[in-house]
């Protein structure tokens, strides 16, 4: 069982920065794929960024590209977000997520359908 809690929302103003961090517990932390997915209000959940156990392996959704940017520390049992030029449409709750698989050590994953474990979500709101 892993449980994920996020924290280093807030509010912002349009083209500041913030970083979000996901705290995991439970050992092997380096095997989990993890995520970064959002929600905003009247709109499905989406994938913003994922990462490979190890950390090789990255992605970034099209509209978050040269913007943000995912990494982890293993040693620390956490994930991070960084955002940078954040847009009012950025505005939503970020979720992290924790996916186990027989490859997710070198892979990352972006269906939010094959994450095991979800945080309880942060709010990152940039106002105009």
């Known amino acids: 069982q892993v449980q994920l809690v996020e924290s280093g929302g807030g509010l912002v103003q349009a083209g500041g920065s913030l970083r979000l961090s996901c705290a995991a517990s439970?050992?092997?932390?380096?095997?989990?794929?993890m995520g970064w997915f959002r929600r905003a209000p009247g709109k499905e959940r989406e994938v913003v960024a994922a990462?490979?156990?190890?950390?090789?392996?990255?992605y970034y959704a099209d509209f978050v590209k040269g913007r943000f940017t995912i990494s982890r520390d293993n040693a620390k049992n956490t994930v991070y977000l960084q955002m940078n030029s954040l847009k009012p449409e950025d505005t939503a709750a970020y979720y992290c997520?924790?996916?186990?698989?027989?490859?997710?050590?070198?892979?990352?994953?972006?269906?939010?359908?094959?994450?095991?474990?979800w945080g309880q979500g942060t709010q990152v709101t940039v106002s105009s």
């Open positions: 990462i490979s156990g190890s950390g090789g392996r990255e």
């Open positions: 439970g050992r092997t932390f380096s095997n989990y794929g």
């Open positions: 997520a924790a996916v186990r698989a027989f490859d997710s050590d070198r892979n990352y994953y972006t269906s939010q359908y094959l994450y095991n474990y």
